[in-house]
Every structure is written in C-alpha cells, then in structure tokens.
C-alpha cells in the first residue's frame, strides 16, 4: 500500500520520468541563461535601475539574478533581460569600434 501512495497519480515510474527530466533540462537552460546575463551585466557599463527599466521588470529582480535567486525567474524572463542587457553590450561594443571576435582558422 505505502508504494501505491508513494508514486502518486503514476501508474509506474517509467511514467513519472519525464517530467522530472523536463524539470531538469528547463533549470538547466535557466541556469545557463542566468550566466549569461550576469555576464553581459558585468559588461555593461549600466547599473541596475536602468537594466530594470529596459527590461521592465522591478530593480529588486535585477537584485535577486545577481544573488544566484533562479527560482524566481521563468526562462522567459531571463531571456527578456538577456536580450534588454545585450543590446546595450553590443550598442556599446559597436561605438567603442570593437570588432566581434572570430576564431582565426590555422
């Protein structure tokens, strides 16, 4: 009886599975968009208030990526960020005439 309610709704465990395999890959890609921003963050010459304001989001979401707070944010979130923060890094890239790099071939 105690394994029947330990699998839950789940007939088997093979069943179960994949939503746990979801769950990881989708902490996995916040978790690798989350370095990516704090990155483009450190980059960026812009402080926290106005990386809030392009993204619009609260200066304290800004606060808690820094502090590692992934639960707090969904990927598209992040993503949003990413993409308010990486136009200014590549805005400012541009005007400072600094070419993208490039692996040289051999």
């Known amino acids: 009886m105690d394994a029947v309610r330990q699998t839950g ?16 890959r989708d902490m996995e890609h916040r978790t690798r968009l989350m ?8 980059v960026s010459e812009l402080g926290n208030r106005e990386i809030a304001r392009r993204a619009g989001i609260p200066t304290q979401r800004i606060s808690d990526l820094l502090a590692g707070r992934l639960e707090h944010f969904s990927a598209d979130d992040l993503q949003a960020i990413r993409d308010s923060v990486e136009s200014v890094t590549d805005d400012s890239e541009a005007a400072a005439g600094m070419a993208p790099v490039r692996p040289t071939p051999p």
Do not use: E, H
């Open 35 to 42: 370095r990516v921003v704090t990155r483009r963050i450190a």
């Open 9 to 24: 709704n789940c007939a088997s465990r093979a069943r179960c599975q994949p939503k746990r395999d979801f769950d990881v």
